[in-house]
């Protein structure tokens, strides 16, 4: 049996302990709260230098246009942006501008009145009615076709539309974001995107690192998606698994890496990752003498193409395009995309098809085509 002094010591002891466990579990929170921003997640100066954006202008009502390729995260900021915003009890609406055809996107915006069209049987409230008091997240915002351009515009300018085959002029308390994973104002320069719709959008730009750019941030972000799929301390990546999730270049960036960790829960990994575990294209990454032209090389070699159709196009002198005829031009550098973009992916079909942006049968169509099948 304890005697009274014993008993003391062992009481002060709990005391301390508690303290201490108190006092870590402050740091760990304070930590989370300096690392993290509502589900954005990252503890190297570029996502920081994001963070600081976002809660310094979120509280405006400032246009925002976030830039960066697929995966980085624009949709989180977003919401990030409405979440701490005066907004954050109006509604958040996106609209993937990708998605639909110039037809459909017009009414998905703007609203129709009934007749409008064969298939318009009833009035239809457009995204901007529906974000009033809120926020609208218009994503790959560089796919609105001109002539959609000017009615966008017109809202950012006015506040004001008209919905499709409809006369009244409605009124909309709303905040725009935007976001895209091209150079917008390249696009501009090509006159694909109005160079006034430009400057509305670009009011505060934000560009989203990749996470080759952030690599500092993924054991950061393997313990939030472990976290949030459930398995945090029963699941634990080795050091020789973790090297290997930081050399590999991530081309799906955050959204691949969210996307690995959820696979590894599923196929029931662990309870440590090892090497064997990772998938091909992370196990073994393409060796410099391996690579063919990069992404960004091939892009402008595209441009030189759009170049030469521009000066066919004026009749201004005749481009040097050798023997080959526009067709076997065409052929080769979609060719060399197509390569790429299944370099840069590990040879994963789908994913080179998101990378390219063209429908998975497409992409089959062509590589068939291309003699790449």
């Known amino acids: 049996p304890f005697d009274n002094e014993e008993l003391l010591l062992l009481l002060e ?3 301390k302990v508690r ?3 108190a006092e870590n579990l402050r740091l760990r929170k304070r930590l989370e709260e300096q690392y993290r921003l509502e589900d954005m997640v990252g503890k190297g100066h570029k996502m920081q230098e994001v963070f600081r954006l976002i809660r310094t202008v979120a509280p405006s009502d400032s246009t925002v246009l976030l830039q960066g390729e697929t995966g980085t995260g624009k949709e989180l900021a977003a919401y990030a942006f409405h979440e701490l915003s005066h907004r954050r009890d109006g509604p958040f609406v996106k609209v993937s501008c990708a998605a639909l055809s110039r037809e459909l996107l017009e009414s998905e915006l703007f609203g129709h009145v009934k007749g409008a069209f064969t298939s318009a049987v009833r009035d239809k409230p457009g995204k901007f009615e529906l974000a009033d008091g809120g926020t609208i997240f218009l994503d790959e915002v560089d796919d609105i076709p001109l002539e959609l351009q000017v009615k966008l515009l017109r809202v950012l300018q ?14 909309v308390d709303v905040r725009v974001i935007a976001a895209t994973k091209v150079d917008l104002f390249e696009r501009v320069r090509r006159g694909l995107f109005r160079k006034d719709l430009y400057y509305r959008l670009n009011v ?3 560009r989203l690192p990749p996470l080759r750019e952030r690599r500092e941030d993924i054991p950061l972000l393997v313990e939030h998606f472990l976290k949030h799929f459930g398995v945090e301390g029963r699941i634990t990546i080795s ?14 960036n ?3 890496l969210e996307n690995l960790i959820e696979r590894l829960v599923v196929v029931g990994a662990g309870p440590q990752v090892r090497p064997e575990d990772l998938p091909p294209e992370v196990r073994t990454p393409v060796q410099p003498g391996e690579m063919g032209p ?3 090389e091939v892009l402008k070699r595209q441009e030189e193409l759009e170049a030469m159709i521009r000066m066919l196009r004026a009749g201004t002198t005749e481009p040097d395009i050798g023997t080959a005829s526009f067709e076997e031009i065409v052929a080769a550098k979609e060719r060399e995309l197509i390569q790429e973009a299944l370099r840069r992916t590990g040879g994963n079909k789908t994913r080179a098809a998101e990378l390219l942006r063209m429908k998975l049968s497409t992409f089959r169509d062509k590589m068939r085509r291309l003699g790449l099948a």
């Open 13 to 15: 002891r709990i005391r």
């Open 19 to 21: 303290e201490v466990m």
């Open 158 to 171: 006015e506040r004001e539309f008209e919905r499709v085959g409809g006369t009244r002029t409605l009124k």
């Open 204 to 206: 505060v730009p934000i």
């Open 239 to 252: 050091p020789d698994a973790m090297k290997l999730l930081m050399d590999y270049d991530w081309p799906g």
């Open 254 to 256: 955050v959204r691949e």
């Open 294 to 296: 990069s992404l960004e």
